[in-house]
C-alpha cells in the first residue's frame, strides 16, 4: 500500500479535512405521483392537506424517505415508508406531542398508517443540520443547546434511549 511506503498513515492526511460524497437526491416522476394520489385518496390527509405544492426529496435512510411539501403557504415535513414503519413514526409523533409546548422541535401534525404505507407529517423547521455545520456550531451555542436538549429530555422519557448513539454521532464528527 502506498502508506507503508510514505512512512504516513491515512488519518494523518485526513486531519482537518472535509470528505464527502454527492448523490442524486431529486424525486422521481412516478414517486411524486404516488405521493399526490395518497394525498388525495386518504380521508385523513386529503382533509387535512387540500393541494400539495413543491414536493421535494431531503433525505433517503434505510428506513424512510423525507419530503418537505407546501400547501396554504405553510411548509412540513413528510416521512414517508411501509407499512412496517409505522412504529418508528409513533414513538416520534408520541414524543412530539410530549415536548410540543416547549417549542423546540418540529410541531407534530398527522400521524397515518395504512395497508401498503405509513407517514408521519410535520412542521418544517428552516435550520441548518449540526452535521452540515460541525461540531463547532453546538461548542459555540452550548449553553442554549444544553437548555434545549433538557428540556427534551426532561418532557420526553421513554423506555428506549438514543442518548448514546446521539453522543457518538456528535463526536465522532
Known amino acids: 500500500m502506498i502508506e507503508d511506503q510514505l512512512d504516513m498513515d491515512y488519518s494523518d492526511f485526513l486531519k482537518g ?14 414517486e411524486k405521483k404516488l405521493i399526490k ?16 405544492k413543491s414536493l421535494k426529496l431531503l433525505d433517503r ?8 411539501f407546501s400547501c396554504e403557504n405553510e411548509t412540513y415535513c413528510l416521512k414517508f415508508g411501509e407499512d412496517d414503519d409505522h412504529y418508528l413514526f409513533k414513538r416520534e409523533f408520541d414524543v412530539l406531542k410530549k415536548i410540543e409546548k416547549y417549542k423546540v422541535s418540529p410541531t407534530p401534525i398527522l400521524i397515518v ?12 423547521e428552516f435550520s441548518q443540520s449540526v452535521k452540515n455545520e460541525g461540531l463547532s456550531c453546538i461548542t459555540k451555542n452550548l449553553q442554549s443547546f444544553a437548555e ?26
Open 61 to 68: 435512510n434505510f428506513y424512510y424517505d423525507v419530503f418537505t
Open 113 to 124: 398508517r395504512d395497508k401498503n404505507y405509513s407517514c408521519l407529517i410535520t412542521s418544517f
Open 37 to 52: 394520489e395518497i394525498f388525495k385518496k386518504n380521508y385523513k390527509i386529503s382533509s387535512r392537506f387540500k393541494e400539495i
Open 17 to 30: 479535512r472535509v470528505i464527502s460524497e454527492s448523490e442524486d437526491m431529486s424525486i422521481g416522476h412516478i
Open 148 to 173: 434545549s436538549l433538557k428540556t427534551i429530555h426532561n418532557n420526553s422519557k421513554s423506555d428506549f434511549s438514543e442518548r448514546d448513539m446521539f453522543l457518538d454521532m456528535c463526536f465522532s464528527m
